[in-house]
Structure formats: C-alpha cells, structure tokens
C-alpha cells in the first residue's frame, strides 16, 4: 500500500489504516500518548502480507506521531 505524505499528514491512525492490525496499533499509539514512552516494533499485516516497521513517539503529552515503513 502506498501513501502520500499529503493522504497521512495531520490525520488519526485510524483515519489511514484498514488493516486487521488496526486494534493493536491503536493500543500501543494510545499507551505512546499516555506515557510518552516511545515504541518501534515490526508488525507482519495479514491482509498485504507485508512486514511494516513502526516506530512511534510522543511530541506532548495526549499526541503521538507514527510513522510507517514497509519493507
């Protein structure tokens, strides 16, 4: 799946994803937010059947930024 940084700037995760990973990301950029502890991690998307790697962070308290990167 390919994105422009245009279709993903300044919108929710769940605004972007529609994978069957979308619960657990959701979680862990939810706790990122929270703790402001950041969190890398390699998902396998079933329904691609491509490995991602995702590293997200947390700018201030209650936002988080994620970024994608297939590979």
Known sequence: MELRKE???????????KTDALEDLLTI???????????TLDRLFKVSKKWVHVSVYSPQKGYSVSMFRGR
Request: proline share 5%; net charge negative; aromatic share 0%.
């Open 7 to 17: 279709d993903v700037l300044g919108k929710k995760t769940s605004e972007i994803l």
């Open 29 to 39: 950029v939810g706790n990122v937010a929270l703790t402001g502890e950041p969190v």
